[in-house]
């Protein structure tokens, strides 16, 4: 094996050698037909570095490198810009509008005119534009196949009725606008019916993925008021985009009559598309609806379809993203297949493309325009009619068809969002010469404004009206009743969390309630994805809740924050214990639970820092990650955090270190495993605490009465080790855990599971 190794490693190095030379010796060879002398040689030192930098200026001023450059540049602010709107709570959609912004002549042409030019010069605007359009025809496809048209069929009447009550009357409030400021405002050429329709379409936009968002992180996806939000948001999408598409075909040709043939070969379009086309790709659908069958073949029909469509409609008139949202609306109703195909499309088109939008509407943003009074009077009636014509519109006709006061503002909040579709028909607006730079900037800070409020307008709905109690029995149960939280990522941790549950209640289910919540890294789910990921994340714990016959109600939702929304939940809802497992570490590649202990070994760079300011020791001997630490201080309930070893299905031996009086809480959980389960309790009192404390000692004796041969004590000296094999979980406090893994850093290491809790 050896003299192999080094037989390989010389016939390589002698191959090299050879291939160098030869290499050499044709280069020499044929640099002899050269009409002029090779001269590289004698150039000077100082030369070559000057043709150096100059071919490096021509390689930064080539086409594809400015591109390149500016979608780094525009992703990388677009993402935490996102990220910092989202600490506020407010979607990342809106960071990335302002990212775009920024980096217009608004803000970086204003102040650093000279990065904005080497950034943005005039040439390379072209392309991104281009590159803009296509992630604008994917994001529209992804759209389309986001709209579940099922529930317009389930539940159409009110909401068909609030939505276009929601179209109806901020578009007839913004043509009444556009006759008060088309003087002032309107490019030159454009006639007044084709600015008034365009004005009038731009109020009554809402945006659907943006409402569905955050309709989802509100945890009202389940809900009566969430469901009648989508389908209205849904209604008004299609809606407007034909409105859109009608406005479009007027500004065009100019005149109503004029339009009427676009108007009537968009018909047919649409026609061919739902009663021809959508059965074929159907059947597609229905036979290959898994990733292993999803071949290249097939999606290339699908993105094809999407491209020809696209086409049709630009040709036709209507623009080309009706034809992306049209193909997606009749993309397969296979809830697997549009789920699989979503995620294929969805990364590329809002994480790579869709900043390039944003970019492009702020390059052509430029606030600094509305430099006079009446350029903000302007904006304040714009922002004004178009919260009034979609928010009290929308809410009105809610409330009109049954809807209480709670329902129907919040109703109204949401579909005054405008967000991203808003900018699509805008740019669209600004394209066809409809909208001059100042109108066009105006209307962008009305889309920002609008949706920016709908945060905030939840909230206070939310504070000043109560909501309607559904007639949700798992809701009303909780009254009265011993309430646990389970917060799990990992399918398989959350099982044995249930089973821990199970033993703290399991002979009092009627007076208890189990709650299973999961949270997605990530606000971006989409309905389809949703429901896979909410099924496959709970069929493990389904299992086990017949297995051994303890109901939960589960929860699902995307979030940003895991541990915000937790402790939320936990503190805000009427829980009385909440139960989670140690997060994953990102130093090793697996659970820190398993693991535990390893974290004196592994230097967290911001513990670090705590150590040489004398804030924070250098190693952390606790076990726990520091968002666990972060998670225990914000949550104003119990908690048992699990470190989890193998936890044997049947539990009957259970350790319980007491370190201090202050442990005496803990009995609180002995109690109920040993009036639920048939288990035996082992106290460890190393330090003599139940020894010396008459309370605690009493308290103990009380429970060896009621429960008799269960309880014991151990008085073992701290020299003596204790055999912890022998227990199938310890329950300890989060304070004595501290102590006792900082006195004896090998000791977590031996244990098995564990669960900490914190009173």
Not at 4 to 21: M, V
Not at 208 to 227: C, D, H, N, W, Y
Not at 270 to 291: A, E, N
Request: glycine share 6%.
């Amino acid at each position: 094996m050896f003299k192999s190794k080094y037989r390989s490693t010389f016939f390589y190095l002698a191959i090299l050698i050879i291939g160098i030379a030869l290499g050499y010796f044709i280069i020499h060879q044929g640099s002899q037909f050269e009409n002029q002398p090779h001269t590289t040689a004698d150039v000077p030192l100082h030369s070559a570095w000057s043709h150096f930098l100059d071919h490096l200026h021509e390689n930064l001023s080539y086409p594809l490198a400015i591109l390149m450059l500016q979608i780094i540049t525009i992703i990388f602010v677009a993402r935490i810009f996102g990220i910092l709107f989202r600490k506020i709570g407010q979607p990342s959609v809106i960071g990335e509008i302002v990212a775009g912004i920024a980096l217009g002549p608004s803000l970086l042409g204003n102040y650093f005119p000279e990065i904005s030019t080497f950034l943005f010069p005039v040439s390379s605007l072209g392309n991104l534009g281009v590159l803009s359009q296509i992630g604008l025809v994917l994001f529209m496809f992804v759209v389309g196949m986001e709209l579940d048209l099922k529930i317009l069929k389930n539940k159409a009447q009110d909401a068909i009725v609030i939505s276009h009550v929601s179209i109806i009357f901020p578009f007839l409030l913004g043509m009444g606008l556009a006759y008060v400021i088309f003087q002032t405002t309107a490019p030159e050429g454009i006639s007044f019916l084709s600015y008034a329709l365009f004005i009038g379409i731009s109020m009554s936009i809402t945006a659907f993925p943006v409402l569905a968002r955050i309709v989802q992180e509100r945890g009202m996806s389940k809900t009566r008021l969430g469901s009648i939000a989508i389908t209205c948001a849904a209604a008004d999408d299609i809606t407007a985009w034909c409105l859109l598409a009608a406005v479009i075909a007027v500004v065009k040709a100019g005149s109503v009559v004029s339009a009427v043939y676009t108007i009537a070969f968009a018909a047919g379009y649409v026609l061919l598309m739902v009663r021809f086309v959508k059965p074929f790709l159907q059947r597609i659908g229905d036979l290959h609806s898994t990733k292993e069958r999803l071949g290249k073949s097939i999606v290339g029909i699908f993105f094809l379809t999407l491209l020809i469509s696209s086409w049709t409609t630009e040709v036709i008139g209507i623009h080309a993203l009706f034809g992306a949202f049209m193909a997606g609306v009749i993309m397969p109703t296979n809830t697997s297949f549009r789920s699989i195909f979503i995620e294929k499309v969805e990364d590329v088109a809002q994480v790579l493309l869709l900043p390039l939008f944003f970019v492009f509407t702020g390059l052509r943003t430029q606030i600094g325009l509305l430099n006079e009074a009446e350029h903000w009077q302007t904006c304040f009636w714009v922002v004004t009619i178009a919260v009034v014509g979609k928010f009290i519109g929308s809410a009105l006709s809610a409330r009109f068809v049954g809807q209480n006061w709670h329902s129907s503002l919040t109703i109204g909040a949401l579909m005054n969002t405008r967000g991203l579709m808003e900018l699509v028909a805008l740019n669209i607006g600004y394209d066809l010469g409809v909208l001059t730079d100042e109108m066009f900037a105006i209307l962008v800070l009305m889309a920002l404004i609008t949706t920016f409020m709908t945060g905030p307008a939840l909230d206070l709905i939310n504070k000043f009206f109560k909501p309607e109690i559904e007639n949700n029995g798992d809701l009303i149960s909780k009254k009265n009743k011993y309430n646990i939280l389970i917060s799990f990522g990992n399918p398989n941790s959350g099982k044995i969390l249930l089973r821990i549950a199970n033993m703290l209640i399991k002979k009092s289910k009627e007076n208890s309630t189990v709650t299973a919540l999961h949270l997605s890294i990530g606000n971006e789910l989409n309905t389809y994805n949703s429901i896979e990921y909410e099924r496959d994340n709970f069929s493990v714990l389904n299992d086990e809740s017949e297995k051994i016959e303890q109901p939960y109600t589960g929860i699902f939702r995307g979030t940003d924050n895991i541990n915000d929304d937790i402790a939320k939940m936990a503190n805000e809802e009427d829980f009385d214990l909440l139960l989670t497992g140690i997060g994953q570490s990102v130093y090793e590649g697996s659970v820190l639970g398993s693991i535990i202990g390893f974290t004196s070994k592994v230097v967290n760079p911001e513990r670090l820092l705590g150590s040489l300011t004398g804030k924070e020791s250098l190693f952390n001997h606790s076990g726990f990650e520091d968002k666990t630490t972060a998670l225990l201080k914000a949550v104003h309930i119990p908690c048992g955090i699990l470190v989890d070893r193998g936890l044997p299905e049947e539990v009957k031996n259970i350790l319980v270190p007491i370190k201090t009086l202050s442990d005496s809480f803990l009995l609180i959980y002995v109690h109920k495993l040993v009036q639920n389960n048939d288990v035996k309790i082992s106290f460890l009192d190393e330090d003599e605490v139940i020894k010396t404390s008459v309370e605690l000692k009493e308290a103990i004796r009380s429970l060896d009465y009621a429960a008799p041969n269960q309880i014991n004590i151990i008085e073992e000296p701290k020299t003596k080790d204790i055999d912890y094999s022998s227990f199938d979980i310890i329950l300890i406090s989060f304070i004595a855990w501290k102590q006792i893994s900082f006195e004896k850093e090998q000791w977590t290491k031996k244990l098995p599971s564990t669960l900490i809790l914190k009173p």
